[in-house]
């Protein structure tokens, strides 16, 4: 899990299980079709490289960001 706290103290937990899991279903529901996963500036503050992995790992066949 990726825990990011920003400048006021406060954090999120982004549960990468939740989201190889959530990544698998949909790919499973939309059959053979490509799916992107859109990560932008740094999966905002989650940790673009960790989002980015799980995604191509579970389903995920491109990737989207706003800037190369």
Request: net charge positive.
């Amino acid at each position: 899990m990726a825990v990011q706290p920003d400048s006021r103290g406060t954090c999120i937990r982004v549960n990468l299980t939740a989201l190889a899991e959530n990544a698998a279903a949909l790919k499973k529901a939309v059959g053979a079709v490509h799916m992107m996963a859109i990560v932008k500036a740094n999966a905002y503050g989650h940790g673009m490289v960790q989002v980015a992995r799980v995604a191509l790992e579970n389903g995920a066949d491109f990737l989207g960001v706003a800037t190369p």
